[in-house]
Each structure stands twice: as structure tokens, then as C-alpha cells.
């Protein structure tokens, strides 16, 4: 059994997504970020960061890891899904993996903090954010007007940039040139194991 700690992030919805995809059994404890619950005791002793998501894995010697890209490369390990043996493909799927998780996870990880938690707030930078995230996924948008999934095949890489689409759609159809990655996110949002992801995290 594996113990899901999460909360209606990106991040949080990642981790919940690819263990709907693994097929493991998990239970979710959803932590209350506005209540402060990523920084008491019992939680940190999960993970010391204080951040989520987290997990915990009673079939593996109670082993507690964080980071959500972590997360979801140790569960593809695990259940053999989601991560090509053949070193080609699997090169592949992690170069995209890296890209949602490192550079667009990023850029939209910034534009949330520039527009909601720093104290000084500049709609210049805000600016530089939105077009920097749209950049990063513009790669994404012509890689999808190739393929039906960022490496060719369903892989970690699209469930690491789901979440990120989703939150950032508004942005995206203003943008009104990612007609591809919308249709993508549509046959995303239709697999069972992503609808479920995204509820169990609230």
C-alpha cells in the first residue's frame, strides 16, 4: 500500500495521476495547504521540505519520497507503465518528461508566485512569464502536431504536463495558436486513470 499525501496542485496532480496509472494501490491524505498542515510535525517527518506531494510506500521498506517527478519515475519503475525499456524510446520519453517538469513546470510555478505570493507585484514580469510559458509550450504544441503524445507513445512525459495544461488553459486559448496540445489535453482528460488522478487530489 502506498500513502498519497497531495493537495489541488500541479504537482500534487501528478503524483495521483501516474499511481492511477500504475494500477497500485494507494490511499490519499489530502493536506491542507491554507491551513498550514505541510508544516506540522507528522507531516514533516514524511517530508522534511514541508512540501507536497509525498509518498509513502509500505511494500518498499516504508520508503518516503517527495518530489513529484521523483514520484512519478519511481511508480513507473515500479509498475513497469508509463517508461519504455527500449533505451531509444525511453530517451525519448524522459527528454519530454524533463521538459514539462523542469522548463514548463517551471515557467508556470514563477507566473504563480509573481502573481499571488510575492510582495511586490510587477505586471512586467508577470508578462515575461506568461510568454516564456507559452514559449516552452509551443514546443510541446509542435511536437503534438506530430505525434499523438509527446514521445510518440503514452508516457510519464504526458503525465507530467497535464496538470500544468490544465491549470494554464485560460492562458492557453487566449493565446489561440495550441490547437494541437488542446486536443491532446481533450484525450487526456478522457482516460479514466486521469479523471481519477485529478478528483483525488479535491
Keep these: 500500500m502506498i ?3 497531495t493537495a489541488p496542485t500541479s504537482n500534487g496532480q501528478r503524483a495521483a495521476i501516474m499511481l492511477e496509472e500504475s494500477g497500485l494501490p494507494y490511499r490519499v491524505h489530502r493536506v491542507d495547504l491554507r491551513a498550514g498542515e505541510q508544516r506540522r510535525p507528522e507531516y514533516l517527518a514524511v517530508n522534511p521540505a514541508g ?3 509525498a509518498i509513502v510506500d509500505h511494500d518498499a ?3 518516503a ?5 521523483a514520484i512519478v519515475l519511481y511508480l513507473a519503475e515500479r509498475s513497469g507503465r508509463l517508461l519504455p525499456g527500449d533505451p531509444v524510446r525511453r530517451a525519448r ?3 519530454w518528461f ?3 517538469c523542469s522548463d514548463v513546470a517551471g515557467a508556470s510555478s514563477a507566473l504563480f508566485l509573481l502573481s499571488a505570493m510575492v510582495p511586490d507585484k510587477s505586471a512586467g514580469n508577470i508578462t515575461f512569464f506568461e510568454e516564456r510559458l507559452l514559449r516552452f509550450l509551443g514546443t510541446a504544441e509542435a511536437q503534438l502536431e506530430r505525434d499523438e503524445y509527446l514521445a510518440g507513445e503514452l508516457s510519464v512525459a504526458d ?3 497535464y496538470p500544468v495544461v490544465v491549470a494554464r488553459r485560460p492562458l492557453v486559448e487566449k493565446a ?3 490547437g494541437a496540445l488542446l486536443r491532446w489535453a481533450e484525450r487526456m482528460a478522457a482516460r479514466p486513470t486521469v479523471a481519477r488522478g485529478m478528483a483525488a487530489c479535491g
Design 93 to 95: 520519453a524522459l527528454q
Design 3 to 5: 500513502d498519497l499525501y
Design 61 to 63: 521498506a516504508g520508503l
Design 51 to 53: 512540501m507536497i506531494p
Design 176 to 178: 489561440d495558436r495550441f
Design 159 to 161: 503525465v507530467a504536463l
Design 98 to 100: 524533463m521538459h514539462a
Design 65 to 69: 519520497l517527495s518530489q513529484s517527478g
